[in-house]
């Protein structure tokens, strides 16, 4: 936009030049390009939420909600026993491993590189961090299975797990959202002012007690939305828990155990063999349903943070 500048009115001094703005012809174009992404986003959102629904809704009819969730053993009757309970346990149980690694390595590598490493170790570290994000999910998968598992886990630390279980799909998951909560706590850390840090070593506190006290609370709100979004990437990832996470609808508390995800069951059940329209292959989209629900709510409690814990500088 062009700015000019008229004259007022003679009234003295102090008077204040009044500012009309002009158009450029391409600022219309980039204007509507711009809203047409933003419906475009909205538009491609509902309509997941629509191609999702009606399969969910026609599931919901053949199977009671308390089928759905509860844990029944099929064996023996014969019947489909829908079981979403153990696919929410197994979710979190993954998402917790994963978060108990991402959350202390991301932070501390972002406080590294945002209060302590020089202009030219950041220049080449933030590439590097950032360069796990850009390793496919199936390359991790396959990785859990080959060296985390067998060697990591049997050999190393002496565990004794299966091939496949909840404990390495964990391990490897936090590893794969570990750019993301470093990423993004780095920006957050660097957006703090200069002055606030310079203000606490005025006031005699070290580098530690700086970053740690006065840093961190200040970027409170970018950490937190972080964690989250690690967390809505760890709960909707797919390979590495189909691959290694196992898929059995387990209850168990043991992470050396597997336990099926609910994208693991979306997975598989989407490969199998089960016919369009059944209760069985209708159920992937009731637990797909349930996946955005779950995510949906995080995002929102992210944003509830985020403006909670806001500070304008």
Aim: proline fraction near 7%.
């Amino acid at each position: 936009m062009t700015v000019t500048t008229e004259p007022g009115p003679p009234s003295g001094a102090g008077s204040a030049p009044v500012l009309t703005g002009r158009k450029r012809p391409g600022e219309t174009v980039i204007r509507a390009l711009l809203m047409l992404a933003a419906a475009l986003s909205v538009a491609i959102t509902i309509g997941i939420i629509l191609a999702v629904l009606q399969p969910a809704l026609d599931f919901f009819r053949q199977v009671p909600l308390g089928d759905f969730l509860a844990t029944r053993d099929p064996e023996g009757s014969g019947e489909l026993r829908p079981a979403a309970l153990p696919l929410l346990w197994g979710t979190a149980l993954t998402t917790i491993i994963a978060l108990a690694i991402a959350v202390p390595i991301g932070l501390a590598a972002a406080m590294y590189l945002s209060e302590y490493a020089s202009r030219r170790s950041r220049k080449w570290l933030k590439p590097t961090v950032e360069l796990l994000a850009g390793v496919p999910s199936v390359v991790y998968g396959f990785f859990a299975l080959s060296f985390v598992t067998p060697t990591l886990l049997n050999d190393i630390l002496s565990l004794n797990v299966s091939l496949t279980n909840s404990l390495g799909a964990g391990l490897v998951l936090g590893v794969m959202i570990i750019p993301t909560v470093a990423s993004l706590s780095e920006d957050a850390f660097s957006a703090v002012p200069q002055a606030l840090r310079q203000g606490s070593l005025a006031m005699g506190a070290n580098r530690m007690q700086t970053t740690l006290r006065v840093v961190l609370p200040a970027a409170l709100s970018g950490v937190a939305a972080a964690v989250v979004l690690g967390l809505s990437r760890a709960v909707g990832e797919t390979m590495i828990v189909a691959l290694a996470g196992g898929s059995s609808k387990s209850m168990s508390a043991d992470p050396t155990e597997g336990h099926q995800t609910m994208t693991a069951f979306i997975a598989q059940t989407a490969a199998g063999e089960n016919p369009p329209g059944s209760p069985e292959y209708n159920m992937l989209f009731a637990v797909a349903l349930l996946l955005f629900a779950i995510t949906f709510l995080m995002n929102m409690i992210s944003i509830r943070i985020v403006r909670r814990f806001r500070q304008a500088y």
